[in-house]
């Protein structure tokens, strides 16, 4: 037997399977490796090494290769769990249907009819020689002759063209050639997960209902590693949504073939694009095909999970709402990784660099997936569950009767809340089976620690800290099959490479340090989501913290905390998933976590009320550790919804100009992140991520719907909405020298987030740094006034425009959110 060492595994938890090539080895929690392992003094096997090379083994690499071609036991891909797929006439019989689906049919109708009675209106039928019925009858058909044509088109670029079973097999083997060259270390899956997903699938097959997978999307590799793991083991490859985008020579059809659907990024006002989207759902869901679309809609570039889209979802809901589908499985899917590869791209857009372009040429070079060495992929499954149960759940909650047909007795906004519920339910599910990765905890670590660097021994301190700590919320930590935190520290920091974290040699101990702090915060919001409540509830007290002095001036009452994480929690509604118990219970349940780690002390009164809190005596004497990581934490999104805030300051339109003046939107995001790397290079911003173009879209997103900024967006396609700031919130200038003055609506919402901020040297003097941001801000956004359209054009008044109106607002901004 091997002998023990000290592990960080939870061994109740399910053994993994690790694919490893043709093999699928089960690796239980607890297990450990021999004395001298020989991968590298870890436990894992290079999944590359199963995999024959060519230059080193000509005759078994070609040997290797037919097997897949012709299809030898499990390669064949024969005895699948689910509807039949790869056969040739499979795309045909898939647009015939689709064709034949009574939706598209009415809308050819509907559409040739509309045109139909245009052309009479204008004359047009006139022109031609014959009785009028006659000529409407032949210009209708000749309409919608065009229309199906037109469908054809459509059709071809959309649907996948899943025809060939020897194509998929080749597919398999080269993706997984490619795939595990990059992550070395392997695909890994929980065993009692697959089991499940197994069963559930070989049920839903009798049923002919659909799995619809709803990962998460952080990389191009997510759906490349799910049809992997779907082929393996033997489950009905499912339909993958693709924005066209992909559609490029050679990739484009490889991956129709293999199985993407290609829409639109963009339906626009086509209404039967619309209809043959939702024919295509309606054609996949009753034939049972298992589908895959991202919850999240694009990739996530901040490593968190981003909002809910919900066109496709709403496609698919629309489709039981109807009646049209019976019933659909929904499956919730977390995929990890040690390293993205595209993360130095995503940098490169988040601070402003134009996205490039997707071609063959960028795909490989940016990947350089024959060269890299990423470490692992995990790939997590919630328990799957009936679409059609969930809905009628839904129905009962607004007091309608559940039934096949439930669309007929929903208005609009009843459909919106039970897709808008759905979305972020889906969101909740997948960070509930997310792992940590080593590099995860590392780079949390990091970026969450005072000073410089970091000894090795602190390093590997923390990391178990943290692993203690993400298993005490529920969350769950990537095995590491027994390898000591040490080495399980060296491997993530070996993955990361010396781009991302830094090492000082030549001291008492090895000393590290954070190289690239915007990319490696890509890792850190990988588990934010778990201690987002002990992160805002840290900022909120430490508005008297930063105070300093005695222990006694640093408490903090009951009702002000309160106050002020209302406050934050409204303010970072749309960045983060909270827990669905509501702003008091998540509240009250934060301060009793943080008083059983002894972070922070708690005074009752006889009743047993909360009256104050403070830090604890064990934590002041550890220097504010643990407290620090949870400021730390959400520290640099604060600092973006200030920089947010400041930014709009520069909205303010000039002492003597017009005041209903529109500026375009995009340019004020761009001109925030302008004056955010001025402030940082300054001094006045503390993190360089607060210019994160994501995190101050989402900022500028949460200023309107709160009605601060108004946002006309036109009817014209591909045109930019505009902005200005809403009369009430414009700050005032002085009506001799023009300059903004430091007082209003807006100043003191800046000053509100500004409470919570990480205190700087330079910052102390208020009075002056108040009056150079609001300098810098101004004559930042001068810049905007002088390319903005003018009041006419851009005016709601005239009728081509669009304006958001902002939800009902409380007196106080935040008062009652939901934590």
């Not at 489950?235 to 050679?250: K, R, S, T």
């Not at 996949?284 to 919850?295: H, R, T």
């Not at 692992?376 to 809905?391: A, G, I, N, Q």
């Not at 805030?645 to 303010?652: D, E, I, M, Q, W």
């Amino acid at each position: 037997m091997p002998s023990e060492k000290v592990s960080m595994d939870d061994t109740s938890e399910a053994p993994d399977l690790e694919i490893v090539g043709n093999k699928i080895t089960i690796q239980h929690a607890g297990f450990t490796g021999p004395e001298h392992p020989q991968d590298g003094a870890i436990t894992e096997q290079h999944l590359v090494r199963n995999m024959v090379r060519f230059r080193e083994r000509p005759l078994d690499f070609l040997r290797e290769v037919s097997l897949y071609l012709s299809g030898s036991g499990w390669r064949a891909y024969d005895n699948v769990i689910g509807q039949p797929v790869f056969y040739p006439g499979y795309s045909d019989r898939i647009r015939d249907k689709i064709l034949k689906n009574p939706i598209l049919q009415n809308k050819v109708r509907e559409l040739a009819e509309a045109r139909l009675k245009v052309e009479e209106e204008e004359g047009l039928l006139e022109l031609k020689p014959g009785p009028l019925d006659k000529k409407r009858e032949g210009r209708r058909k000749e309409i919608e002759g065009n229309l199906h044509q037109a469908l054809n088109t459509m059709l071809d670029n959309m649907i996948c063209k899943m025809d060939s079973k020897r194509f998929i097999r080749g597919a398999y083997y080269l993706t997984t050639q490619l795939l595990t060259r990059a992550y070395h270390h392997g695909i890994h899956v929980s065993s009692e997960e697959i089991l499940r997903l197994r069963s559930v699938a070989e049920e839903a097959t009798k049923k002919k209902h659909s799995i619809v997978f709803l990962p998460c999307h952080k990389s191009h590799v997510d759906y490349v590693s799910l049809q992997i793991i779907c082929f393996r083991l033997g489950i009905g490859l499912p339909i993958v949504v693709a924005g066209d985008n992909l559609n490029f020579p050679l990739v484009g059809s490889f991956l129709q073939h293999a199985g993407a659907m290609y829409i639109r990024r963009s339906f626009g006002n086509d209404p039967l694009y619309t209809t043959a989207v939702q024919a295509y759902v309606d054609t996949i869901l009753q034939q049972g095909y298992n589908f895959e679309c991202f919850i999240e809609g694009g990739r996530s570039r901040t490593g968190k999970l981003l909002g809910p889209k919900f066109g496709i979802l709403s496609f698919i809901l629309n489709s039981l709402l109807s009646g049209r589908v019976e019933d659909t499985i929904i499956c919730p899917v977390s995929t990890q990784y040690d390293k993205v590869i595209e993360t130095e791209s995503y940098i490169s857009e988040l601070l402003g660099q134009p996205k490039p372009k997707e071609n063959l040429a960028n795909f490989l070079s940016s990947s350089s997936i024959l060269s890299l060495k990423l470490g692992r992929v995990d790939v997590r499954f919630h328990e799957p569950y009936s679409l059609r149960d969930f809905l009628n759940q839904q129905l009962t909650r607004l007091g309608k009767q559940p039934s096949m047909k439930a669309e007929l007795n929903l208005s609009l906004t009843e459909k919106g809340q039970i897709l808008r519920t759905l979305g972020y339910k889906v969101l909740s599910q997948i960070n509930n089976v997310s792992v940590m990765m080593p590099t995860a905890l590392v780079g949390t670590v990091l970026l969450t620690l005072r000073g410089r660097g970091v000894g090795k021994s602190d390093l590997v301190r923390r990391v178990e800290w943290l692993c203690n700590r993400v298993r005490a919320k529920g969350g769950r930590v990537a095995h590491f099959y027994g390898a000591p935190t040490g080495e399980v520290v060296d491997r993530a920091i070996e993955v990361m490479g010396p781009k991302l974290v830094g090492e000082i040699t030549g001291l008492a101990e090895p000393t590290y340090y954070a190289v690239d702090r915007f990319q490696l915060s890509f890792y850190r919001n990988m588990t934010i989501h778990l201690f987002i409540t002990e992160a805002l509830v840290s900022a909120g007290m430490y508005t008297t913290v930063k105070q300093g002095s005695g222990a006694a001036d640093q408490r903090i009452t009951y009702d002000a905390l309160l106050s002020q994480v209302s406050f934050l929690s409204q303010l970072f509604r749309g960045e983060f998933i909270f827990p669905p118990d509501g702003l008091t219970t998540n509240f009250e349940n934060t301060l009793r976590v943080l008083e059983k780690d002894d972070v922070i002390k708690v005074t009752r009164n006889s009743s047993g009320s909360v009256e104050f809190m403070e830090l604890s005596d064990s934590e002041r004497h550890c220097g504010r550790e643990n407290y620090d990581f949870y400021c730390f934490l959400i520290w640099p999104f604060i600092e973006t919804a200030w920089l947010g805030a400041v930014s709009l300051l520069g909205l303010t339109p000039p002492l003597n100009g017009p005041k209903d003046v529109w500026v375009d939107m995009k340019k004020a995001q761009d001109n925030a992140q302008f004056l955010g790397k001025t402030l940082f290079h300054q001094g006045d911003l503390s993190y360089f991520e607060a210019v994160n173009k994501e995190t101050l879209k989402n900022c500028y997103q949460r200023f309107e719907e709160e009605g601060i900024i108004l946002v006309a967006k036109s009817k014209e396609l591909r045109s930019s909405p505009t902005t200005r700031l809403a009369p009430e919130w414009t700050p005032e200038r002085d009506p001799e020298t023009g300059k903004l003055l430091a007082r209003g609506r807006l100043w003191d919402f800046i000053e509100m987030i500004g409470q919570a901020r990480r205190e700087g040297k330079n910052r102390r003097d208020g009075p002056t740094v108040s009056s150079k941001v609001l300098a810098m801000s101004d004559s930042v956004g001068r810049k905007l006034f002088e390319t903005a359209a003018t009041p006419n054009p851009t005016s709601p008044l005239a009728g081509n425009i669009d304006v958001s109106s902002p939800r009902k607002r409380r007196k106080d901004f935040g008062v009652n959110s939901k934590l």
